[in-house]
């Protein structure tokens, strides 16, 4: 996407702005709206419960910032932000049914080695959002929203999460949804299908990724655990394709890239003595976590580091540092960043790179502009109709939405090509990246003029293929996509000078 949609937007809530200046309720809203394209990108963490989403934000985070045990905190809405020093806050209703919320600073506590927030005398009934501020690098471009379980046994606690990801206030939803998935059963297509309504009519997120979570417990600690779970995202991937949602399904053993990125160097000193342990012998003794942390165990590691190796990395992250120093590991660093890569965490921040990351002015303008309509829907003044035509223009119109949205479909849709011209369209809308290499499939070091040249033959062919008598509706529409899509690289390519 080219600045101007962003800068249009920008404009669009400008001039509702005025529009409501003698309504400061209604203008406070729409101040909302136009912070939303200068905040950082939210991508909201959604899935069962237990499903390891907690657990997951600390791994992208690379701390341990959120409560991962079942508290009350876990039932709550809870946005992680990045601030200079770390503070939780609750935005609660003083009374059940009454108007106007408060705010109340919320104690940050270590129990039993776990972080918790103590919410004191509120219950999560209470509770609208927790607002967590936390000097992070990776919240600097990012806020991410942990959910409660979408298969709550409590109906309300589930109905946060829907309506924090489809809202119908002005500007409280997320930009983009990782939904995590232990089994695929019938409530996770259900859930991921109320989304893709809302996106289906513009109001819902544009951009979700499907995460196989606790990727390690598929293969059940052992070390080809991550093969098996690879192959239980292919299928659910499969399994998937009917709500035309997911853009990607990747396995995540979300314990082990924890720690992994936060790995001591006792932990490593623990490891090293654990690979020095005859293969068999230990294998016997990591039949299962209480038998690896038993006290009388013969293991060249005292019981409560070997307990704190279990809760920390379980038996398959064990397993993997013990071999990996086997095979001539030598250092805590480079041991960390190889259980992340195994882990399997290294492969979702780079599809959230590709899939939101590299698009987050896109995703933050239909935010904004989805926001914006709804304000002006439900208020309607003489003169707020024009705005709006402009701001349903921008949302049909925008071509970079386009993409986002035939890449969700393509999944969905059988598409009248060979699997060859297939792959090319995906990789020309953006699929693999944004950047014009991606685009195209060319050397990062190819000459302008070569890639001219190729972006020249993807708009002669798209246009041709797109304009063929025998192509489905579906198809043709597709075709029409990526040459648009080719065109726009060849445009900024041709303002390049050699």
Known sequence: MTAAPLQEARALIASARQLYAGRPEIRDQLTECARRLEQPLRVA???????????????????????????????????????ST??????????????????????????????????GHLTADQVDRLDVEWPSSALAHTTIIDTPGTSSLSRDVSARTLEMLTPDNEASGADAVVYLLRTLNATDVQFLGQIGDHVGDESGPLG???????????????????????????????????????QAVVPVAGLLALGARTMRQAEFTAFQHLAEVPVDDLNLAMLSADRFAREDSPLPVDARMRAQLADRFGLFGIRMA??????????????????????????????????FGQRADQLKTHSALVALKRVLTAHPVPGAGEI?????????????????????????????????????????????????????????????????????AAVRKWRERARHPLLDQFTARACTVAARSAEGVLEELNTVRL
């Open 322 to 355: 013990v071999t990996l120093i086997r095979l001539g590991t030598k250092d805590s660093p480079t041991l960390a960043a190889e259980l992340v890569e195994r882990s399997g965490l290294d492969e979702l921040r780079q599809v959230i790179d590709i899939q």
């Open 86 to 119: 770390p503070t939780v806050t609750a935005w609660y209703q003083p009374d059940p049914g009454t108007g106007g919320q408060r705010s109340a600073n919320v104690p940050v506590l270590r129990r039993d080695g776990h972080l918790t927030f103590d919410l």
């Open 208 to 246: 979700v990724v499907g995460v196989v979570s606790r990727a390690d417990e598929v293969g059940a600690g052992r070390l080809d655990a991550m093969m098996s779970a690879k192959e239980v995202a292919s299928r659910f991937a499969g399994e998937l394709e009917r709500t035309g949602l997911c």
């Open 388 to 456: 709006l035509i402009s701001a349903e223009r921008l949302l049909s119109d925008v071509h970079g939405f386009q993409e986002l949205r035939l890449l969700g479909r393509l999944r969905s849709t059988e598409v009248g090509l060979p699997a060859d011209d297939v792959a090319e369209l995906q990789r020309l809308i953006g699929g693999f990246g944004i950047q014009i290499p991606e685009r195209l499939g060319t050397d990062g070091d190819d000459s302008v003029e070569l890639q001219r040249m190729r972006a020249l």
């Open 45 to 83: 963490l959604a899935g069962s419960l237990k499903a390891g989403k907690s657990t997951l934000l600390n791994s992208l985070v690379g701390q341990d910032i959120a409560p991962t045990d079942a508290t009350e905190c876990t039932r709550v809405v809870t946005w992680y932000r990045s601030g």
